[in-house]
């Protein structure tokens, strides 16, 4: 097809749809059709999640995306994800709804500003989180997500000097809990960089039985106030694992959806930010995509994620010594 100007100035097809059309009838249909598969990730709308192929945090999403039987991949989360689908199947036709879903994290590591500073350190290993353009990626030795971070640091020596970006807040973490002294890249999630201590510690005196679990990119202070730190997948299984009733969830809001269809007993309440009347946090890049734009991006296999094929030859080295740790780490 030939992409409409305008969508291309916008990064998303913009074109009415018609009364009284069920779009998830239609998502349906044409993901038969075109042979296509819908992987979500836990930040997007509940409506979104319901109607995935493939649903999970970013490391259940990449170790899903290898060995995809399908012809194209629509990846519903933000424009990095569609990215790493990509490198892992260079073959298939990897699509993302909004152009414009990138992520505040990846944006705080530009390449040009991470080759200097690496350049500055040459005697480091390089260990990069996944929330990381395709070029940085291409200049680390080993990809990360929250999952499996700590294991990940752990693997190496530990006289080993390491750089760790682009998340301070993570990196900080895993400094903590290891007792190293990796070189941190000064980036941060927007998301999780706004959550106000002083509203949680709020949400604890009128909710003293409740559990506050965190997202280990949240800031020191919210992590010491926590009484579970993990991934978004290990916050969904802690909710099962505990004896707590109620929790604070200091994550994306996105991911209460799960948590509540997974668990409808227990009460959650979301942490609130920092200068904002909205009880909940949320990740304005994930909130672009809609089912809207998830119908018409399959029936115009429009927007199409690109790498180029040296860099993704690169990045694909990092990402596939992540998956092998992590596949090691649960025999």
């Not at 100007?5 to 018609?18: A, N, R, S, V």
């Not at 040009?112 to 996944?130: E, G, M, N, T």
């Not at 004896?243 to 609130?272: C, W, Y």
Request: glycine fraction near 4%; proline fraction near 5%.
């Amino acid at each position: 097809m030939t992409v409409n100007k305008t969508w291309q100035e916008k990064g998303y097809i913009d074109e009415p749809i018609p009364d009284g059309i069920d779009l998830v009838a239609e998502i349906e249909s044409l993901k038969k059709q075109k042979n296509a598969v819908l992987m979500a990730h836990y930040y997007q709308t509940g409506d979104i999640q319901d109607i995935a192929d493939i649903i999970g945090d970013s490391l259940a999403l990449a170790q899903k995306a290898v060995g995809i039987e399908a012809d194209i991949i629509l990846l519903a989360g933000v424009h990095f994800m569609g990215e790493t689908v990509k490198i892992l199947n260079p073959n298939k036709k990897v699509l993302v709804p909004d152009l414009n879903a990138g992520c505040s994290l990846a944006d705080s590591c530009q390449p040009a500003d991470f080759a200097r500073f690496l350049a500055q350190h040459p005697d480091h290993k390089v260990i990069s989180y996944v929330n990381t353009s395709a070029e940085i990626k291409a200049m680390t030795d080993v990809v990360v997500t929250s999952t499996n971070a700590l294991k990940v640091v752990d693997s190496f020596p530990k006289d080993e000097k390491i750089i760790f970006g682009p998340d301070r807040n993570l990196g900080s973490y895993i400094n903590a809990q290891t007792g190293r002294q990796m070189l941190l890249w000064d980036g941060a999630c927007h998301v999780h960089e706004q959550f106000s201590l002083e509203k949680i510690l709020e949400l604890k005196k009128l909710y003293p039985d409740a559990e506050l679990i965190a997202h280990p990119e949240c800031k020191h202070q919210v992590i010491v106030l926590a009484d579970f730190v993990g991934s978004t997948a290990a916050l969904l299984s802690h909710i099962g694992n505990s004896n707590a009733k109620r929790f604070i969830v200091a994550t994306e809001s996105g991911i209460l959806h799960q948590m509540r269809k997974s668990f409808p007993d227990r009460e959650l309440i979301a942490a609130p930010p920092m200068d904002s009347t909205c009880a909940c946090n949320n990740c304005n890049f994930m909130k672009l995509n809609t089912l809207q734009k998830i119908y018409l991006t399959l029936k115009y296999e429009w927007p199409e994620v690109t790498v180029d094929p040296e860099i993704a030859e690169k990045a694909r080295r990092p990402i596939d010594a992540m998956l092998a740790l992590s596949k090691a780490f649960t025999k």
